[in-house]
């Protein structure tokens, strides 16, 4: 069964960091692209970024672009999304998202950043 | 960074059929732009449906089909059903980074 388990949310003041974490199983997570999309309250969805299969290429959200790092371990089977200088507008449900044809999503951690 | 239009809101009678599209502001959109569509009920997490313009997942419902259409992409639903009620999100990638649209809102009425 695949299975995508996001951690390290939580509500924080303006400007300060955050590492989310995803954990995987269930499928071969080294051969596949992962990506970061998040959800504000009430809003779409909206894609924050994605690493390569080998970590060696990444693209991201020009808005976050500067702030955030995407990373992963593949002998962990696990996704990273370090999130620095954050800002209200960062508040959203955040969710892991891969695997063949981009087709599973973990539930989400949600991210609220407020003073 | 590229806009993906999409229809606020669309309604259809159950049974009946209905298209979502998904335009670009970069122009039309092709195959090259490795279409995705996506459904999130209310209160659930979103789930892929369909793929690369016109693949579906195991888990897709057969109603579901995706296509290219008048310089779009497209997404069909034959014989809605109730539980097709949802909000319907169009993903395109441009070299790299993907842009999902604002999304559709389709009311099964």
């Known amino acids: 069964e695949v299975e995508l388990v996001e951690s390290g949310g939580g509500l924080v003041q303006p400007g300060v960091s955050l590492r989310l974490s995803c954990a995987v199983s269930g499928f071969t997570f080294s051969n596949y692209w992962m990506n970061w999309i998040r959800q504000a309250p009430g809003k779409g969805l909206e894609w924050v970024a994605n690493v390569k299969e080998d970590g060696s290429v990444k693209y991201y959200l020009d808005s976050v672009k500067g702030r955030f790092t995407a990373s992963r371990d593949n002998a962990k089977n696990s996704l990273y999304l370090q999130m620095n200088s954050l800002r209200a507008e960062d508040t959203a449900v955040y969710f892991c998202?891969?695997?063949?044809?981009?087709?599973?999503w973990g539930r989400g951690t949600l991210v609220t950043v407020s003073s | 960074q590229a806009v993906v239009t999409q229809e606020p809101s669309l309604t259809v009678s159950p049974g009946g059929t209905v298209t979502l599209t998904c335009g670009s502001n970069?122009?039309?959109?092709?195959?090259?732009?490795?279409p995705y569509w996506f459904q999130q009920k209310s209160g659930q997490v979103p789930r892929t449906l369909i793929y690369?313009?016109?693949n579906i997942h195991s888990w897709t419902p057969a109603r579901f089909s995706g296509s290219l259409l008048g310089g779009k992409a497209a997404l069909t639903l034959s014989g809605a059903q109730p539980e097709d009620e949802a909000d319907y999100y169009c993903l395109l990638h441009y070299s790299g980074p993907w842009v999902f649209g604002g999304g559709t809102k389709l009311t099964v009425l």
């Open positions: 690369e313009t016109s």
């Open positions: 998202v891969g695997g063949p044809k981009a087709g599973h």
């Open positions: 970069t122009g039309a959109v092709t195959s090259g732009h490795y």
